[in-house]
């Protein structure tokens, strides 16, 4: 099995960047983690990698002029570790069109609502405040608008009486560390077809009678 190699790009905290280390990590997994970028240099997941001995670098976005500018490095940095695939993981810098259309169908981002709900920033105050009663993560793949493209895989947790923004960005981050190592996975192994605003997964099924129901009495 030739494994993918994959870049995880992240902003700070890195946790689900450790998820798909941790995943990587199984011998059959269809991926390895070959570099980890951040355009921060005190992000605290670069200290994770390097502890797990994953190649790291640090492209300061305030050195460059230019939105271009940062992505020549960065695609400088992609060829060099001879990347295929890119995992953006809390990576709050938007990228070019230009580079988006580059990558497309090799781009992946996870984001923390139940996409198209909730785009953008503040996800979990928003979706307190409009009192969903069910939340959640999508992985997807990234094109050049923001928090759109196509949907790979998605996880829904329950909101919950008194829930404060904590506590609901830690119960959806633990689903995110859960879907999105499958998610790449299915990338890795060639399972995904995108079809328009749809991916199509090869072998995929799910509990047609299975609802989370929310709140339950
Ligand atoms: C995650 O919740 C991720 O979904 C979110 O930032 C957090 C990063 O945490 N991403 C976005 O909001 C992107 N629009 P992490 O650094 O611990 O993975």
Same mark, same amino acid.
């Given at each position: 099995?030739?494994?993918? #190699?994959?870049?995880?790009?992240?902003?700070?905290?890195?946790?689900?960047? !450790? =998820?798909? $280390?941790?995943?990587?990590s199984a011998r059959n997994y269809p991926a390895e983690i070959a570099l980890v970028v951040s355009n921060r240099a005190a992000a605290k997941g670069l200290e994770l990698a390097n502890s797990r001995s994953i190649a790291t670098a640090t492209i300061d976005h305030v050195a460059y002029k230019? #939105?271009?500018?940062?992505?020549?490095?960065?695609?400088?940095?992609?060829? !060099? =570790?001879? $990347?295929e695939i890119i995992c953006l993981a809390g990576f709050m810098r938007i990228l070019t069109a230009s580079f988006v259309k580059q990558w497309e169908g090799r781009l992946l981002n996870i984001h923390p609502s139940l996409l198209p709900a909730f785009k953008g920033?503040?996800?979990?105050?928003?979706?307190?405040?409009?009192?969903?009663?069910?939340?959640?993560?999508?992985?997807?793949?990234?094109?050049?608008?923001?928090?759109?493209?196509?949907?790979?895989?998605?996880?829904?947790?329950?909101?919950?009486?008194?829930?404060?923004?904590?506590?609901?960005?830690m119960r959806v981050l633990a689903a995110e560390?859960?879907?999105?190592?499958?998610?790449?996975?299915?990338?890795?192994?060639?399972?995904?077809?995108?079809?328009?605003e749809r991916v199509v997964v090869a072998g995929a099924n799910g509990d047609p009678d299975r609802a989370l129901v929310s709140p339950r009495i």
């Amino acid at each position: 099995m030739t494994r993918k #190699r994959v870049a995880i790009l992240i902003s700070g905290r890195g946790s689900n960047m !450790a =998820a798909l $280390i941790e995943a990587a990590s199984a011998r059959n997994y269809p991926a390895e983690i070959a570099l980890v970028v951040s355009n921060r240099a005190a992000a605290k997941g670069l200290e994770l990698a390097n502890s797990r001995s994953i190649a790291t670098a640090t492209i300061d976005h305030v050195a460059y002029k230019s #939105r271009e500018q940062f992505e020549a490095e960065l695609t400088k940095q992609l060829s !060099a =570790a001879k $990347i295929e695939i890119i995992c953006l993981a809390g990576f709050m810098r938007i990228l070019t069109a230009s580079f988006v259309k580059q990558w497309e169908g090799r781009l992946l981002n996870i984001h923390p609502s139940l996409l198209p709900a909730f785009k953008g920033i503040d996800t979990h105050v928003r979706a307190l405040d409009a009192g969903v009663k069910v939340h959640g993560c999508s992985v997807h793949f990234v094109v050049p608008e923001l928090d759109s493209g196509p949907i790979v895989m998605q996880a829904a947790v329950p909101v919950l009486e008194g829930d404060d923004e904590e506590e609901l960005a830690m119960r959806v981050l633990a689903a995110e560390h859960r879907i999105y190592s499958e998610a790449l996975r299915l990338l890795a192994e060639g399972k995904l077809t995108i079809e328009g605003e749809r991916v199509v997964v090869a072998g995929a099924n799910g509990d047609p009678d299975r609802a989370l129901v929310s709140p339950r009495i």
